[in-house]
């Protein structure tokens, strides 16, 4: 049974920074590709950032970058998204995901998702 767990979320001050961490179990993680996306709500499920396999190659949203950084540790299964400079518009349910494509950024290629962690900015 595959399982993807979020945790790190909570609430925090603009400007502030929070760790999130994905940890799976019963896949392969090295032979997946892993995402963060984030929903609002009453907003769609949007791309924050993606790994690939090895570790080696990144992307990133526009507005995640030079304030996001995803990493992944395939020694424990885990990909993290730490996130610096937060603003109220990063208020939003954080999932992780694992898919096998490249298409990194599209919400249907990935096979596997986590329950989601609350991560609320206050201004």
């Known amino acids: 049974q595959v399982q993807l767990v979020e945790s790190g979320g909570g609430l925090v001050q603009a400007g502030g920074s929070l760790r999130l961490s994905c940890a799976t179990s019963?896949?392969?993680?090295?032979?997946?590709?892993m995402g963060w996306f984030r929903q609002a709500p009453g907003k769609e499920r949007d791309f924050v950032a993606a790994?690939?396999?090895?570790?080696?190659?990144?992307d990133y949203t526009d507005s995640a970058k030079g304030r996001f950084t995803i990493s992944r540790d395939n020694a424990k299964n885990t990909v993290y998204l730490q996130m610096n400079n937060l603003k109220p518009e990063d208020t939003a349910i954080y999932y992780c995901?694992?898919?096998?494509?490249?298409?990194?950024?599209?919400?249907?290629?990935?096979?596997?998702w986590g329950q989601g962690t609350q991560v609320t900015v206050s201004s």
């Open positions: 019963g896949l392969t993680f090295s032979m997946y590709a």
């Open positions: 790994i690939n396999r090895s570790g080696t190659s990144t």
């Open positions: 995901a694992a898919t096998m494509y490249t298409e990194y950024r599209r919400s249907d290629v990935y096979r596997y």
